[in-house]
């Protein structure tokens, strides 16, 4: 009897230790299960001349709308998109008829005027006219004078000439048209007299970057070989209609030929002025966008907490980020997809 009590005591002692050591188990696997294994980068900060590539098209630095100084119908339009035009060269004419008219009747006054002044210059000195009249006659003399030389001007611009040797752009109106005094007809460039230039849209902290005299290079399929240039203006103000900051690059080798205004044209930009930044994996970046994203840091190696960082130059396979990861001591570099902000992580680096 005293033996069986014994083996009882015994066999309640070893179940006892065996449920211990299974709840450890159990819960040791708990945490394991939950601790996501993790590769992290430690983050130095470093200074570096960030490349900005952009898109935009070739034009030159005189584009120019040609118009009428006076609206009337349009006679002739003697060139079409594409002529090469050169300097002086006739480009259309408006119906002189009305402009005509008009100086005939100016003319007309202007001689009446004459008569007028001569009359009361003579009747002034035979003391039949007064001083006030002579010099009212020859006050309406002088304006008629201005009105004619203003007509004849006027008469001058029923043409339209080319004021550069280039290329004609658009065709913006038709023969038979009646268009307003200054309203474009023909859009025109100096290609052959200019200078070739590419225009290129920005962020605002791109543009900010940059200043004149930048350095540049230019590649288009137009063209076999790579162009050097530098920024040579920096836009003011938003274009509203493409929500970014133009810049213009000015092309620094020869001239290049076989170039056309609104050619496709990719350039890569090197700002002076150096930005510090963080140069982390592709892969570390989550929800990137054009300017920002999220990453995932840690301090301890054991959590991780979600940031937002502001981005800037992309590279091949890496991305530099500007903003944001100051404090941070590493970011995860692989595993980031099964984390969550405040998940726990196991490093695994090696």
């Known amino acids: ?59 030159t630095n005189d584009e120019t709308m040609l118009s009428f100084k006076n609206g009337g119908v349009i006679s002739r339009i003697y060139v079409k998109e594409g002529d090469a035009i050169q300097k002086g060269q006739l480009l259309a004419t408006v119906n002189p008829t009305e402009i005509s008219a008009q100086v005939q009747q100016v003319e007309l006054s202007y001689q009446k005027a004459v008569r007028d002044y001569h009359r009361a210059d003579k009747l002034f000195k035979d003391s039949v006219a007064t001083l006030e009249q002579l010099q009212n006659a020859k006050t309406a003399l002088e304006v008629a004078k201005q009105q004619l030389e203003g007509a004849k001007f006027n008469q001058n611009y029923t043409q339209i000439k080319a004021t550069s040797s280039g290329f004609v752009l658009k065709k913006l109106a038709s023969e038979g048209q009646i268009v307003g005094p200054g309203t474009a007809v023909l859009q025109v460039n100096g290609a052959n007299d200019g200078h070739w230039i590419l225009k290129v849209g920005l962020s605002d902290r791109q543009w900010s970057s940059l200043k004149e005299g930048d350095r540049a290079q230019i590649k288009s399929d137009a063209i076999s070989q790579p162009l050097n240039a530098k920024v040579i203006r920096k836009a003011e103000a938003l274009d509203a209609q493409s929500g970014t900051f133009g810049i213009e690059l000015g092309i620094t080798d020869a001239q290049p030929k076989g170039l056309a205004a609104g050619l496709f044209g990719k350039a890569s930009i090197w700002p002076t002025k150096k930005q510090a930044g963080y140069v982390i994996p592709y892969d570390s970046l989550l929800d990137g966008g054009e300017n920002e994203g999220y990453v995932f840091v840690t301090d301890d190696d054991k959590t991780v907490k979600k940031v937002k960082v502001r981005l800037g130059t992309i590279y091949k396979d890496k991305i530099k980020v500007i903003d944001g990861l100051e404090h941070a001591k590493s970011v995860v570099i692989s595993g980031s997809a099964y984390l969550t902000d405040g998940a726990k992580i196991k490093v695994v680096n090696n």
């Open 1 to 59: 009897m005293k033996s069986n009590i014994c083996f009882v005591f015994l066999l309640g002692v070893l179940l006892n230790l065996w449920a211990c050591g299974g709840h450890e188990n159990r819960e040791k696997a708990i945490v394991e299960q939950d601790t996501i294994p993790v590769k992290v980068a430690s983050l130095k900060e470093e200074d570096t001349n960030n490349e900005i590539v952009a898109s935009g098209y070739f034009t």
